[in-house]
């Protein structure tokens, strides 16, 4: 597991950094960063990897894989519940395209690209509708 190691050691924090703790952003500045990582995420998979399964290149899952944990922390900030957990449930097919690579490419792709698609429209799907699919 290597990659995966690899991976979330970027976003670690080094031992002897000192780190500050901020103020909460507002939920304007929540929202915005939520469409800056979506961006970033539909940038990455508009790449024609994804599109040819062929050409699906590693740099291009690992870009994937970021773009998506940024896409996750900034829902989690904003409090997007529902975009949090299915960020969480398509960590599971990115983890299985790093680690099996090839193998695995053609299935996956397409629940890739159809995800952006998915999660914006989860972004405008009203606070209201989120935390009563909760209570079920």
Known sequence: MPNTQALYARHRCPVN????????PSPAEAYAAVHAALAALEAVARRTGFSRS?????????????????????AHAAGL???VRACDALAVTVAQLIEHGAAARCEHCDTL????AHA?????????????SLAH
């Open 17 to 24: 950094a000192t780190v500050s703790i901020c103020a909460p």
């Open 81 to 83: 519940a529902r975009l």
């Open 120 to 132: 914006r429209a989860m972004v405008r799907m009203p606070a209201g509708i989120e935390t009563a």
């Open 54 to 74: 062929d050409d699906l290149a590693h740099d291009d899952v690992l870009a994937y894989a970021l773009a998506l944990m940024r896409l996750r922390d900034s």
């Open 113 to 116: 690209t159809r995800f952006a």
